[in-house]
């Protein structure tokens, strides 16, 4: 039942990323909608918990509008344009990607660093 509500909360928050990066993408051309991206995307960044369901889900999610939009058309155009604002959605995908990587590595519990494990291990 555990593992359910886990893929269940991995593809929501799948899904949920990818509908943040697809308003990202959308929006970035506008100095309002890349802050408005840039707030949502570190606001769940921040308050999702490192686990490997999680924020890993939630960053793939962010990337594929962007890796989508990234690849141009057929006549020749891209989504992202060469702008100070195509190039901040484009850093900011990659601050998403780096930290979801480094919460979800570092925010995982060591064992034995609990509270009372140098007591157990000095006897």
Not at 22 to 28: I, K, Q, R, T
Not at 44 to 69: H, K, S
């Amino acid at each position: 039942m555990r593992l359910d509500r886990q893929i269940a909360g991995g593809v929501g928050l799948l899904i949920g990323g990818g509908l943040i990066g697809l308003a990202a993408v959308a929006l970035h051309a506008l100095w309002w909608g890349l802050a408005l991206a840039t707030a949502a995307s570190l606001a769940v960044l921040w308050a999702l918990p490192p686990r490997m369901w999680t924020l890993p889900a939630y960053a793939i999610g962010w990337w594929i509008p962007l890796v989508v939009a990234w690849q141009g058309r057929r006549e020749g155009d891209y989504a992202v344009e060469s702008s100070p604002y195509g190039y901040g959605l484009i850093v900011l995908g990659t601050v998403v990607l780096v930290a979801a990587a480094f919460r979800t590595a570092l925010g995982a519990p060591i064992r034995g660093s609990g509270p009372g494990s140098a007591s157990r291990g000095a006897r």
